[in-house]
C-alpha cells in the first residue's frame, strides 16, 4: 500500500534554483526620470573653468575659488561615469548634458543612489570616475579608506524640509508635529546624508520621532510622500521642488533647520581622471551653478 | 574532489565514466556558488562573531524574521493547501490563467510585488483605502504588513509543490474511501492528507525558508523599521552600509539556517530516478 507522494522532478528543480536567487536588494542605479522645473540648458557658457584640464582639485578654500590654470590643447574623450546623491539627480542629469556640449568627446553616465550606497559601491571596487556626496562624512569614508583623489571640494549647499503629500492631509505645521503617533513618518536610514541631516535637526529642535520607516535614498521617501503611504518626512527643499506636482512641503525655520554641503571628488580608481578633474571643476562653474540654483540649491557662500 | 577518486567511485557504482568537458563545466558552475560562501566564511569577523550576533539591534532583527517567516508559513498553509487541492484535482474554465498567477511571485522580482501590494492593500491602494476608512486597518510599515509580503513571496513554494504531490499521489484509496461511505471532508482529512505528510512537511520548510530570505517585497511595501519591519535580510542591506562585519555575520546566519533546510530537503526536492 504504498502511495507516491514524490515531488515531480521540474517542480522541484525549479524550487531549488529560485529558494535564494530572489532575495536581491533594489539598489536604486536609474537614470533621471524626474520632471524638471525649467529647461536650463541656456545658460551653458564656456568658462575658463570649463576647459579647465588641470587640478583643481585642491584642498584649501583658497586655492579652490582661485581661476583655473589655462585650458591644455588636448580636448578631453571617453566616457566619464558620475556616481551621485539621490537628491542630485536632476540638477546633475542637466549639468551632464551641459558637459557634454562643452567637451563633445566625453560620453557622461550617472549613477544616482543614496550617498552610502554609493561610497559603499565604489569602496567594494564599483567602476566611479566622480563620487558627488550630500555630506561630508560618505565622502571621508572613501578618503579615509584612500578611494579618492586629493582633497574633496564643496560645490553647493542645501537645506531640509517636512515634506508631506499633495494638500497636506494631517496638517502638519512644524517639526513638533512629526512626535505625534498619528503622523507616520519616513526619515533616512543611519549613514543616509538625509536621515543623518534629519536626526540633527530633530535633537536641536528637542523633538523624539519614531519614524515607522529608514529609507536608503531620499527619492525613497518623496515617493513614499506622494503615494500617501506616509504623512510626513524630512528630505532635501530640492526634493519638494522637483516634485512639487505630487508633494508639499513645510519650512524647517533656519534656527532649527541644518546646511547641508556638497562634497565631490574624484576616485582614486578612475580611468579617465581628466574628464573626471574637468567635470568635478564644472559644477563649481559658473554655469554648472546658474543650474543647481534652478533647482534650489543654495549658493556655494 | 581529485580526477582519480570521482571515476573510482563511479566504476564501483557501475556508471559510465563522465566526460572531462562535462566536469569542468560542472566545477565551474559549482564555482559560482561555493566561491561566495567561502568570501563570507574567510571575511567573517569570527573573533567578534559571538558579539555581533548578540547585539541587541541584531537579536531584534532575528527575533522579528522568525516571527514573520513562521506566521507568514502558518498563513501559506491555511490559504496555499487548499489553493494546491483546487488547481491540482479541479478541471475548471482558467485553471492555467490561475496557476500562472500563483506562481507568478515565484519568478517576479519581489520588488514588483511589493509595490503592486502597495497599490493594492497601502492605505492608498485600490482595497487598502476601504480597509483604512472602514476598520482604521493600516498595513505598510507594520509587522502584519511585513507578514503580507513574506506570504505573498513564499505562499507560491508551497502551492507549487503541493499541487505537485496532489497531482501525483494515487487517488485509488480515496475513491475505496468513498466508497466505503466517506464524506469529501474525511477523506481529504484522513486520507489524502496523511498520505502526503512527507509533502506537507517539505513545501512548509521550503515556504519558511523563502520567506525568511524575503527581502524586496518587504521593504518595498512594509518598509524598514528596527523591531516592526527589519527583518534579517533588510537588517544585512543596512547594516552593509554602516557595518559591513554585522551585515557579514548575519549573512552567514541566514546561509546556514538555510543550508540546513536544503540539506534536510534534499532528499525530497530531487526525486531520484
Known sequence: ?301 | MTNSTTRHRMERRGKPRAPITLCVLAGLGAALFVLPLLALLVRAPWRQAWNIVTEPEIRTALRLSMICSLSATAISFIFGVPLAWVQARLDFRGRSILRAVTTLPVVLPPVVGGLALLLAVGRNGIVGRYLFEWFAIRLPFTTVGAVVAETFVSMPFLVLSMEGAFASSDTRLEEAAATLGASRWTVLTKVTLPALRPSLIASGVLCWARALGEFGATITFAGNFPGTTQTVPLSVYQAFETNPPAAIMLSLVLVIISLVILISLRHRLVVRA
Do not use: C, W
Open chain 1, 1 to 301: 500500500m504504498k502511495i507516491q507522494n514524490k515531488i515531480r522532478p521540474i517542480t522541484s528543480a525549479l524550487l531549488t534554483l529560485l529558494v535564494f536567487s530572489t532575495a536581491s536588494p533594489s539598489v536604486a542605479v536609474t537614470k533621471s526620470s524626474k520632471p524638471r522645473p525649467k529647461p536650463t540648458r541656456a545658460r551653458v557658457t564656456k568658462s575658463p573653468i570649463t576647459s579647465a584640464r588641470a587640478p583643481v582639485m585642491t584642498s584649501t578654500p583658497a586655492a579652490r575659488s582661485t581661476p583655473a590654470p589655462p585650458p591644455t590643447s588636448a580636448p578631453l574623450r571617453g566616457s566619464l561615469t558620475v556616481f551621485a546623491a539621490t537628491s542630485l539627480t536632476a540638477s546633475f542629469t542637466d549639468i551632464a548634458r551641459a558637459f557634454e556640449v562643452a567637451h563633445p568627446g566625453v560620453k557622461v553616465t550617472m549613477n544616482f543612489a543614496g550617498s552610502s550606497t554609493l561610497a559603499t559601491q565604489i569602496q567594494n571596487g564599483a567602476p566611479a570616475d566622480v563620487f558627488a556626496s550630500a555630506d561630508t562624512a560618505n565622502m571621508n569614508r572613501l578618503s579615509s579608506a584612500r578611494s579618492i583623489e586629493g582633497a574633496p571640494a564643496i560645490f553647493t549647499r542645501n537645506k531640509l524640509m517636512i515634506v508631506v503629500p499633495k494638500g497636506n492631509p494631517l496638517r502638519v505645521k512644524s517639526l513638533a508635529d512629526l512626535a505625534n503617533a498619528e503622523v507616520f513618518v519616513a526619515l533616512g536610514a543611519p549613514g543616509v546624508p538625509v536621515g543623518d541631516y534629519a536626526r540633527q535637526i530633530l535633537t536641536g529642535a528637542g523633538v523624539t520621532v519614531t519614524p515607522r520607516t529608514l529609507e536608503s535614498n531620499v527619492a525613497a521617501i518623496v515617493n513614499k510622500a506622494a503615494l500617501r503611504e506616509i504623512d510626513a518626512g524630512i528630505v532635501y527643499i530640492t526634493d519638494v521642488a522637483v516634485d512639487d506636482y505630487r508633494v508639499d512641503g513645510v519650512a524647517i525655520p533656519d534656527r532649527q533647520n541644518v546646511i547641508a554641503a556638497y562634497p565631490i571628488a574624484v576616485t582614486k580608481a578612475s580611468r579617465n581622471k581628466a574628464a573626471a578633474t574637468a567635470f568635478a571643476a564644472y559644477t563649481q562653474s559658473s554655469a554648472a551653478q546658474a543650474v543647481l540654483a534652478t533647482y534650489k540649491f543654495l549658493p556655494l557662500k
